[in-house]
């Protein structure tokens, strides 16, 4: 299992990098139900009755009828239409804003947030591909082989994990009253774990992670960097059966108990431990003088000359304009900005740059170099804590309504506040990502 942000709590297996409760829905403790209403054919109805049964489905339609202000939508973003009077005296750049936190607030709704991150990840990836590749280059250079390698791993061995835990949902942003009764609970937990009460019954008792009762609280195996720092530490701490104190992480408060803890073997922490050994070596003036060498043989093509060919091309590969567009998505809107305008002061600079992140993640492939299980659940934790920050600020949260989506999302477009400004900022930097990540219909001029 890996702890993931706060508008979800879901299992996962290190072991292949699979969440096998992918799509599983994410945490959801309301119920959007409230306004149902159930028809049913009624022989006989008195004129009262027939207006106490009609007037709730009435005032539905109605609801219906003016969620997009009374009237035909005049823009569309996935699922979300939003009316004239609500976009009215928009300017576009406003507009614009507001398709971005609408792809926000779908993704965190629907759970697509990986799903929609999905440039930027990639992009990820190709950076630690590139500093994998460096890692190895060292490692060359210096003659260090596997059998040095294998020695160090000995003098700190990687340790793989098995546990139980119950926990309390409750994110730090909540309500002070609300964390206080979230570690209440989890503390009386822990009490009757220590007094002997049967950890897996606890666990179905008193966690609110889904499934966690038909599990008995049991996770997936877990490694070093899998879990959030404050859990794997205290699961660390324990000898096998013994019960931890309650446990703070940025999800609420844990109780738990460490079933059992094994080595892993040297061959799946090699990578780790090749990190760690060049971290002592040094030696990147070397890399960046080779990694200038890579760079300098690679030729910017002038758009002019051939607008379909590629934009880049080295001795032995190309980089394609297919591949380049879809690799913007993945950039700051800034950096895109001086990518997209080839007159620009800078620009055949910024390609080259690009170009050789690209050159040199495909050579660590080819090398046969892959991201580990562990680092891809880094990078995966990473884009989700970020979504998870402007969520808790604009209170974006899975199973909401379109109609109350709507409603929190044109607040965050216009609330004032410190908090909401910077988050705002932020996600008109991932523009390239969020404006076409859903089907936008539309204009955007006012």
């Not at 990190?275 to 002019?304: F, H, K, Q, T």
């Not at 980089?319 to 305008?341: I, M």
């Not at 990473?382 to 604009?394: C, K």
Request: net charge negative.
């Amino acid at each position: 299992m890996r702890l993931t942000p706060p508008w979800r709590f879901r299992s996962i297996n290190f072991a292949s990098g699979a969440d096998p409760n992918a799509g599983s829905g994410l945490r959801n403790l309301r119920n959007h139900h409230a306004n149902r209403f159930i028809l049913n054919p009624i022989p006989f109805q008195s004129a009262h009755t027939r207006q106490r049964v009609i007037l709730p489905g009435i005032l539905a339609l109605l609801g219906l009828l003016n969620a997009c202000g009374n009237g035909e939508p005049v823009l569309e973003v996935g699922s979300l239409a939003f009316g004239e009077s609500q976009v009215a005296g928009l300017p576009e750049a406003q507009r614009q804003r507001l398709v971005r936190l609408s792809a926000v607030g779908l993704a965190v709704g629907r759970d697509e947030v990986v799903r929609l991150g999905g440039p930027w990840l990639t992009r990820a990836r190709k950076r630690a591909l590139m500093e994998r590749l460096r890692e190895e280059m060292t490692l060359e250079w210096e003659g260090i082989d596997e059998a040095v390698l294998e020695a160090q791993y000995q003098t700190r061995p990687e340790w793989e994990l098995e546990v139980r835990h119950l926990v309390r949902l409750s994110e730090r942003w909540r309500p002070q009253t609300e964390r206080e009764q979230a570690r209440a609970l989890a503390a009386e937990a822990m009490e009757r774990a220590q007094e002997g009460h049967p950890f897996h019954e606890l666990a179905s008792e008193y966690s609110e992670e889904p499934g966690a009762g038909s599990r008995g609280g049991r996770l997936q195996p877990g490694r070093e960097g899998t879990w959030v720092r404050e859990f794997w530490d205290a699961a660390m701490a324990l000898e096998p059966g013994q019960i931890s104190p309650v446990v703070e992480t940025e999800f609420g408060f844990h109780v738990i108990q460490l079933l059992e803890r094994r080595a892993v073997p040297f061959p799946e922490a090699r990578d780790r431990v090749a990190g760690e050994v060049v971290g002592l070596l040094g030696g990147r003036s070397r890399w960046e003088s080779w990694v200038g060498e890579r760079s300098d043989e690679i030729r910017i093509a002038d758009p002019e000359d051939d607008p379909e060919g590629p934009i880049a091309f080295w001795p032995g590969g190309e980089w394609v304009r297919a591949d380049f567009h879809e690799h913007l998505q993945g950039l700051p809107a800034s950096r895109v900005r001086t990518l997209r305008q080839p007159d620009l002061s800078g620009w055949e600079e910024a390609v080259r740059e690009e170009a050789t992140l690209v050159r040199l993640s495909r050579k660590a492939r080819n090398r046969g170099i892959r991201l580990g299980a562990a680092q891809e659940a880094r990078l995966v934790r990473e884009w989700e804590r970020r979504v998870a920050g402007w969520a808790a600020v604009f209170a974006f949260e899975e199973g909401l309504s379109d109609q109350l989506l709507r409603e929190r999302i044109l607040e965050a477009l216009t609330a004032t506040g410190q908090n909401r400004s910077i988050a705002r900022d932020e996600v008109d930097r991932h523009a390239p990502l969020l404006d076409g990540a859903y089907t936008v219909r539309g204009s955007l001029a006012p």
